[in-house]
T-cell receptor
């Protein structure tokens, strides 16, 4: 089944404890992206990647890192999480850029930073 | 900078009634516009998209949207709402590679 998977789905952590949220897609998509969703703000793009070893900042990259060493994986790294990073995170992928191609979204990761 | 505005945070309609969700964009160049739906506890699903050409675009689940450049709008419509349409709807735009979403409109459907 074609899908985008994220792990973990739920995570409660403490300030400053490094964490990684994994994202994997099995559709051979070039484009992958991370978003955070907050009430009243909709989705905001954190980082995106057009292909392996190519990443770019989105709207709200501060406090986050990403890497794209393999086509299928696009992990989101929080080196020193803070409470303002408590949010619902979505990974998405598409075949080629987002202009002409539908993005497929993962199920989301709900992160709480205490 | 590009931005997308959805003026209505929450809309309630009766089942069978028509629906219109508003979306305004601010953009200098030709916008690429999208509507996504998010059912409770789910990720987002693309309803429809506009790139160019016919300003009235048809999507899945009986939805359509009309692009009006003069009003900088891309409103989503459905002639008869079903209870299963209750969800949050997001309008989005992109100039190329990065995506901007509106804050979303939550739709409640009354029986």
């Amino acid at each position: 089944e074609a899908q985008v998977t994220q792990n973990p789905r739920y995570l409660i952590t403490v300030t400053g404890k490094k964490l990684t949220v994994t994202c994997s897609q099995n559709m051979n998509h070039e484009y992958m992206s991370w978003y955070r969703q907050d009430p009243g703000l909709g989705l905001r793009q954190i980082y995106y990647s057009m292909n392996v070893e190519v990443t770019d900042k989105g709207d709200v990259p501060e406090g986050y890192k990403v890497s794209r060493k393999e086509k299928r994986n696009f992990p989101l790294i929080l080196e020193s999480p803070s409470p303002n990073q408590t949010s619902l995170y979505f990974c998405a992928s598409s075949f080629g850029g987002v202009v002409y191609n539908e993005q497929f979204f993962g199920p989301g990761t709900r992160l709480t930073v205490l | 900078a590009q931005s997308v505005t959805q003026p209505d945070i929450h809309i309630t309609v009766s089942e069978g009634a028509s629906l219109e969700l508003r979306c305004n964009y601010s953009y200098g160049a030709t916008p690429y516009l999208f509507w996504y739906v998010q059912s409770p506890g789910q990720g987002l699903q693309l309803l429809l998209k506009y790139f160019s050409g016919d300003t009235l675009v048809q999507g899945i689940k009986g939805f359509e949207a009309e692009f009006k450049r003069s009003q900088s709008s891309f409103n989503l419509r459905k002639p008869s709402v079903h209870w299963s349409d209750a969800a949050e709807y997001f309008c989005a735009s992109t100039p190329g590679d990065d995506m901007r979403f509106g804050a979303g409109t939550r739709l409640t459907v009354k029986p």
